[in-house]
């Protein structure tokens, strides 16, 4: 017999009621059917009298069920009309499936940034406005007509997109690959769902970060995979522990952004980017490469990515526009061997025939213009002069509560708190004084760490953006 999970976050009332409404939605219980007793039900579910009352006056507020003095507690005919119908349970809907909804700190995040639009934004993992290349685009798209075909393209993505690829990868990344070997994706999130949905099954054990982007991502969950943690420091990912995760769990596969890693900004070392592609050849083991910051290096001398050293083909690299030019164009890439690219390519293809063919003709024109080596140049330069700005704002401000190391390049600043807080507490204050970022719970690190990312807001909000969290952080430990 089913009972309550006294596991789930859920109110037991609430689980009850839902589970009663399911049964009188499958006809268990018809109309005007007599429900068991109270007492009777608690005894059945092995919870107090008290809760299974919560349960019925919850199903009698939404009109299913009404008491009768005397009589017990029936299924109501009155909401049914005179043949069985029930209005759907929508709550039950989208509470439902295996696909989870965002963590809960991201959509409280998302809800204060949609209430008030003048919070200062240092959570947003996106470019400024100001730090797109608009004017750019807009001339290419005046300078190039739209294709004269605009109907399905090829399932791996627009063909002249993945030749200039070929050409960016080279010269810019220092992979050698070709246009069969890349698919095109909707930015890098969409490359990991098709990984964890297509190439792993639920059980399935995988290595990524701690702290790690991907702890941010329900998808992993969704998938039903086991995570195991790689520690970060200083160096980046610590590989020591791939042996005895893959002895002790036969993980499957690793996850890793080594070039100024979201949402730590280290770049791993020479010497740990050796070992990790040797233990990985040595175990068999696929790496996934999120590559989306190397060319925001404020030296202006990209590090090079794993696959440029790669001698087996046993990394997945995932590229993307999203951090260097523009999230809107929504284009992203991933390099795999050919057939893990049909594999998944024809899963793509299920799930929309293809992304348009518009933006792919814009982001191939721009890859091959005279536009993108100017643009890069300029965007490390204004991300340099941000991340300046918030680190002159956190010393001045922050000076004895807080700890970070500077960032070489990428849009992100890891920070450690000297003062222990509540992460539910510090975001609410902080969004009341008109900032928002992200806890460091949300990346699987313990509490006591936040992320500000310099990117999204403006130059002249950053300096405000802090003293706002100052205030925020000393209102709760004072």
């Known amino acids: 017999m089913w009972k309550p999970d006294r596991q789930n976050k859920k109110p037991l009332y609430e ?25 009777k039900l608690a005894e059945q579910l092995g919870v107090n009298r008290s809760t299974v009352i919560l349960a019925f006056a919850e199903l009698r507020s939404m009109g299913i069920i009404e008491s009768r003095s005397g009589s017990g507690t029936c299924v109501s005919n009155t909401k049914w009309g005179a043949t069985p119908k029930h209005t759907p349970n929508w709550k039950r809907y989208a509470e439902g499936g295996s696909f989870l909804p965002n963590l809960p700190f991201l959509r409280r995040i998302r809800e204060a940034l949609n209430q008030n639009t003048s919070l200062i934004d240092f959570a947003s993992g996106e470019l400024s406005g100001d730090l797109a290349p608009l004017d750019e685009i807009t001339k290419l798209m005046s300078e190039h007509p739209f294709p004269s075909y605009l109907g399905y393209v090829n399932p791996q993505g627009y063909v002249p997109l993945r030749q200039a690829l070929v050409t960016y990868l080279d010269q810019y990344r220092g992979i050698r690959t070709t246009e069969s070997s890349i698919l095109i994706t909707s930015g890098s999130q969409q490359s990991l769902y098709l990984i964890t949905q297509c190439l792993l099954s639920p059980g399935d054990a995988v290595a990524i970060e701690d702290p790690s982007y991907s702890y941010s991502l329900p998808m992993f969950q969704s ?46 070392s020479e010497q740990r980017r050796s070992q990790l592609l040797e233990i990985a050849s040595e175990l068999g083991l696929p790496i996934v490469e999120d590559d989306p910051y190397s060319l925001t290096d404020y030296e202006g001398i990209p590090r090079p990515p794993l696959k440029s050293i790669d001698p087996i083909g046993s990394i997945i690299y995932i590229g993307s526009f999203s951090k260097i030019a523009a999230s809107g164009l929504r284009i992203g890439w991933m390099v795999a061997p050919h057939s893990i690219v049909e594999r998944l390519a024809d899963a793509r293809q299920q799930m929309d025939f293809g992304l348009s063919v518009i933006p792919q003709q814009v982001a191939a024109q721009f890859l091959k213009s ?16 941000k991340r300046d700005l918030l680190v002159e704002a956190l010393n001045k401000e922050l000076p004895d509560l807080i700890q970070f190391n500077i960032p070489q390049g990428g849009h992100h600043m890891w920070c450690k708190l000297i003062s222990a807080v509540n992460d539910s507490k510090l975001l609410e204050e902080a969004i009341k004084q008109g900032v928002v970022f992200v806890p460091g ?34 209102e709760l430990i004072r």
């Open 370 to 385: 005279s536009y993108f080596e100017p643009h890069l140049e300029r965007l490390r330069m204004q991300l340099l002069f």
């Open 223 to 268: 998938a039903g995979l086991r995570l195991f943690r790689l520690p970060v420091d200083r160096e980046g990912v610590c590989p020591e522990e791939i042996r005895s995760l893959h002895k002790k769990h036969r993980i499957k596969m690793i996850f890793t952004n080594p070039n100024f890693q979201n949402p730590t900004g280290t770049l791993l």
């Open 15 to 39: 689980q009850i009621a839902d589970h009663i409404e399911q049964r009188i939605s499958y006809g268990e219980f018809p109309p005007g059917s007599l429900l068991p007793s109270e007492r």
């Open 441 to 474: 719970s949300v990346y699987g690190s313990d509490s006591g760490f936040v992320r500000f990312t310099f990117a999204r807001a403006k130059a002249e909000e950053i300096g405000p953006g802090i003293v706002r969290f100052a205030k925020a952080l000393r």
